[in-house]
């Protein structure tokens, strides 16, 4: 059973920066590829980004590629996700979740543990 506990979010502005976090409770951590999904209000949950256990390998949303930026820490069970110039279609709680899959997808159902998310709010 892996616990996923994120952190970070909060209320911003558009044209701002803000980081979200995500602390992992298992010592296997390395061996998760993990990915950040995102769920705006009345929307399906859309995936964000995802990176491999080694974090050799980035994925990205279209609509984030450019400003967004995933990393992990595997010494300190951490996933990282740098969100840069937001605007208000980056509002929605973002949830980061881990995959056993042996490669990192943007395929919700290959998640297996998933985080209860942090609200990101971007006002105009």
């Known amino acids: 059973q892996v616990q996923l506990s994120e952190s970070g979010g909060g209320l911003v502005q558009a044209g701002d920066s803000l980081k979200v976090s995500c602390a992992a409770s298992t010592p296997t951590f390395s061996s998760y590829n993990m990915g950040w999904f995102r769920q705006a209000p009345g929307k399906e949950r859309e995936f964000v980004s995802s990176i491999s256990r080694s974090g050799g390998l980035t994925y990205y949303a279209d609509s984030v590629k450019g400003r967004f930026t995933i990393s992990r820490d595997n010494a300190k069970n951490t996933v990282n996700l740098q969100m840069n110039s937001l605007n208000r279609e980056d509002t929605a709680v973002y949830y980061c979740?881990?995959?056993?899959?042996?490669?990192?997808?943007?395929?919700?159902?290959?998640?297996?543990?998933w985080g209860h998310g942090t609200q990101v709010t971007v006002s105009s």
């Open positions: 979740a881990a995959s056993i899959v042996d490669n990192p997808t943007f395929a919700r159902r290959a998640y297996t543990y």
